[in-house]
T-cell receptor, first 119, second 114 residues
Framework: DARVTQTPRDKVTEMGQEVTMRCQPI?????VFWYRQTMMQGLELLAY????????DSGMPKDRFSAEMPDATLATLKIQPSEPRDSAVYFC?????????????????FGEGSRLTVL | KQEVTQIPAALSVPEGENLVLNCSFT??????LQWFRQDPGKGLTSLLL?????REQTSGRLNASLDKSSGRSTLYIAASQPGDSATYLC?????????????FGKGTKLSVIP
């Protein structure tokens, strides 16, 4: 049963600490998204990768957030230094983009999320 | 900028009732629309995907319709069960060249009372 896998599921840390969240997309998918979910804002796009290349990270605070895809099976989202306002659930999602268009054609599959609490 | 609205924010119905969840979007130039289910503390599970050329999709007791011209989609749940209790989100993908991201609504929290 193919699924997007995220670690850690839960993370409690203190302000100023570095946090790294990891995502294993579904094998064969060539697009990866990072979303953040809060009660107030709902789901917000943080970053988008296609074929491991970052195409959009405009949703991320550049001074503290960074997203990478070291290889096709791993995407990372790092926060350094973390702040209380970063507390949220972070979701990774993967999908398959069309070969002829620079866009997703089909469904987006989400992981279970990483719940981050920054004290 | 695309905006997606889901009304009501919460809905409570007795078990067995048929129900409709609503989703509206401001820009009718969409590529597809996807309905998701989210259980507390869990990720989003894709329920139905409707391409812009389609009018509806069905899966079991679920039926999703799409009216692009009016900017609306509905998710119909037949014979609701307590296990259907969850938050339902709709998301649209715009059709512009190079468009890739989904714009999500805030969701409708459904409670099915036994």
């Amino acid at each position: 049963d193919a699924r997007v896998t995220q670690t850690p599921r839960d993370k409690v840390t203190e302000m100023g600490q570095e946090v790294t969240m990891r995502c294993q997309p579904i094998l064969g998918h060539n697009t990866v998204f990072w979303y953040r979910q809060t009660m107030m804002q709902g789901l917000e796009l943080l970053a988008y990768f296609r074929n491991r290349a970052p195409l959009d990270d405009s949703g991320m605070p550049k001074d503290r957030f960074s997203a990478e895809m070291p290889d096709a099976t791993l995407a990372t989202l790092k926060i350094q230094p973390s702040e209380p306002r970063d507390s949220a659930v972070y979701f990774c999602a993967s999908g398959l983009a069309e070969k002829t268009r620079d866009s997703n054609t089909g469904e987006l599959f989400f992981g279970e999320g990483s719940r981050l609490t920054v004290l | 900028k695309q905006e997606v609205t889901q009304i009501p924010a919460a809905l409570s119905v007795p078990e067995g009732e048929n129900l409709v969840l609503n989703c509206s979007f401001t820009d009718s130039a969409i590529y597809n629309l996807q309905w998701f289910r989210q259980d507390p503390g869990k990720g989003l599970t894709s329920l139905l995907l409707i391409q812009s050329s389609q009018r509806e999709q069905t899966s079991g007791r679920l039926n999703a319709s799409l009216d692009k011209s009016s900017g609306r989609s509905t998710l119909y749940i037949a014979a609701s069960q307590p296990g259907d209790s969850a938050t339902y989100l709709c998301a649209v993908k715009d059709s512009g060249a190079g468009s890739y991201q989904l714009t999500f609504g805030k969701g409708t929290k459904l409670s099915v009372i036994p």
